[in-house]
């Protein structure tokens, strides 16, 4: 396993378009957790899974933001009507769970909404 | 005021010196503390994970955390071009069992040859 991928890398989309994200764990991570960051600050918290539950909500997830983790395994994160506020990095992260709450992120999605 | 402060440089050294970082925090119950790097346009990279107050070193890199003053440092020693990058210093709470980490904005380091 070659650690926690997203797709696409990068993304371009007009105004008031909807996009979607991937992202896949590193395999038997039970958590899986969505930030996003724009230029020059830090990460900030989206959501959180645990399995296919979505636990935690940041009130940064607007009601056009939705994330879904159907299996327990790979997770979506769709944006719809997108606004050029959205244009920023999305980083997924993963980590094994109680016994190991290390957060490993992957490449992220870049987006930039025109 | 945000929860962790860190100060955004930019920081440029020349190739050897040691490089001082650190962030403040405001959140008594944070517990956890981590560094993580981040090259240009890729994601963070965990560098150091702390438990409490006190020292972790791990080859060049040592991390001190002093919980009466709510501060944590990173310091990196002979300093490399390739260490060129930003480094994010991150939190969690002891309540939390989510895991959820807060950073800071990071710094921008660069070492030049």
């Known amino acids: 396993d070659t650690g926690v991928s997203q797709d696409p890398r990068h993304k371009i989309t007009k105004r008031g378009q909807n996009v979607t994200f991937r992202c896949d764990p590193i395999s038997e991570h039970n958590r899986l957790y969505w930030y996003r960051q724009t230029l020059g600050q830090g990460p900030e918290f989206l959501t959180y899974f645990q399995n296919e539950a979505q636990l935690e909500k940041s009130r ?3 009601d056009r933001f939705s994330a879904e983790r159907p299996k327990g395994s790979f997770s979506t994160l769709e944006i719809q009507r997108t606004e050029q506020g959205d244009s920023a990095m999305y980083l997924c992260a993963s980590s094994l769970g109680p016994a ?11 987006l930039l909404v025109l | 005021q945000k929860e962790v402060e860190q100060d955004p440089g930019p920081l440029s050294v020349p190739e050897g010196a040691i490089v001082s970082l650190n ?3 405001s959140n008594s119950a944070f517990q956890y503390f981590m560094w993580y790097r981040q090259y240009s346009r890729k994601g963070p ?7 409490s107050s006190g020292n972790k070193e791990d080859g060049r890199f040592t991390a001190q955390v002093d919980k009466s ?3 944590i440092s990173l310091f990196i ?3 490399q071009p390739s ?4 480094y994010l210093c991150a939190m969690r ?9 807060y950073f800071g904005r990071g710094t921008q380091l660069t070492v030049w040859p």
Do not use: H, I, N, V
């Open chain 2, 45 to 51: 990279e965990l560098l150091m994970y702390t438990y």
């Open chain 1, 100 to 110: 190991q709450e290390t957060q490993y992120f992957g490449p992220g999605t870049r």
């Open chain 1, 60 to 62: 940064l997830l607007s």
């Open chain 2, 83 to 86: 260490d060129s990058a930003t």
């Open chain 2, 23 to 25: 962030c403040t925090y």
């Open chain 2, 69 to 71: 003053s709510k501060y």
């Open chain 2, 77 to 79: 020693r002979d300093s």
């Open chain 2, 93 to 101: 709470d002891r309540g939390s069992t989510l895991g959820r980490l």
